[in-house]
């Protein structure tokens, strides 16, 4: 059974930073994609960012690029990918989601109908 839990949300100020937990189970990792989503308030949940998606690729939203970097770490049983977050800005300010997909000879795009498994999600605020 594949799982997906995030961990590492908080407040934060403008121009700070922060770095998000995803951490996959139940899955074979080089088969899989794994995703950021996020949702703002009163706003759609848009994708942040993917590894392994479109080919292969690990892709950004235009609105993260080069404030947001994904990395993961490979334990024996347990995938964690990490979002590294920095010169955050108040619309930054969503929860945070993240998500897994089965990418094996698949075209996965960084939207959310393409990906099945869900966190809960992880709560981020940037202050002003």
């Known amino acids: 059974q594949v799982q997906v839990v995030e961990s590492g949300g908080g407040l934060v100020q403008a121009g700070g930073s922060l770095r998000l937990s995803c951490t996959a189970s139940?899955?074979?990792?080089?088969?899989?994609?794994l995703g950021w989503f996020r949702q703002g308030p009163g706003k759609e949940r848009e994708g942040v960012s993917c590894?392994?998606?479109?080919?292969?690729?690990?892709?950004?939203a235009d609105s993260v690029k080069g404030r947001f970097t994904v990395s993961r770490d490979d334990a024996k049983n347990t995938l964690t990918l990490y979002l590294h977050m920095k010169s955050l800005k108040p619309e930054d300010t969503a929860m945070y989601y993240c998500?897994?997909?089965?990418?094996?000879?698949?075209?996965?795009?960084?939207?959310?109908?393409?990906?099945?498994?869900w966190g809960q999600g992880t709560q981020v605020t940037v202050s002003s």
């Open positions: 590894i392994r998606c479109e080919g292969g690729r690990t892709i950004y």
């Open positions: 139940g899955l074979i990792f080089d088969d899989y994609a």
């Open positions: 998500a897994a997909a089965f990418s094996r000879r698949r075209w996965l795009e960084l939207r959310e109908a393409d990906f099945t498994y």
